[in-house]
């Protein structure tokens, strides 16, 4: 399984930024997506998941009534919406699929966030 990120870039306080994961490979053995960022000087963090197969979705405090993740209906992407930017939430941000099996997991490349006046 491949994943790739696009989106990210800069923004100002309130602004809105959209990040995409694409996945390919053998995508069927997907179970739960789920985006991450890591800050510098700090450890990864898990911002959103959601489950593939029933979209049920799952959000960190911080993060909760902000952002907004997403699947596509083929089940191939996920999206992540980000309004209200604040500059904590500056990092670089991570997708991830997970496969049913809860043991095989891969990671996307990485795409930085930055918000800033």
């Known amino acids: 399984v491949r994943l790739v990120e696009s989106g990210g870039g800069f923004a100002q306080p309130g602004d809105s930024l959209r990040l995409s994961c694409a996945a390919s490979?053998?995508?069927?053995?997907?179970?739960?997506m789920s985006w991450y960022r890591q800050a510098p000087g700090k450890r990864r963090e898990t911002v959103a998941t959601?489950?593939?197969?029933?979209?049920?979705?799952g959000y960190a405090g911080p993060v909760k009534g902000r952002f907004t993740i997403s699947r596509a209906d083929n089940k191939k992407s996920i999206d992540l919406h980000m309004n209200s930017l604040r500059p904590d939430d500056t990092a670089v941000y991570y997708c991830?699929?997970?496969?049913?099996?809860?043991?095989?997991?891969?990671w996307g490349q990485g795409t930085q966030v930055t918000v800033a006046i």
């Open positions: 991830q699929a997970l496969e049913e099996d809860k043991i095989h997991e891969y």
């Open positions: 490979g053998n995508t069927d053995s997907i179970n739960v």
């Open positions: 959601i489950v593939m197969s029933s979209g049920s979705t």
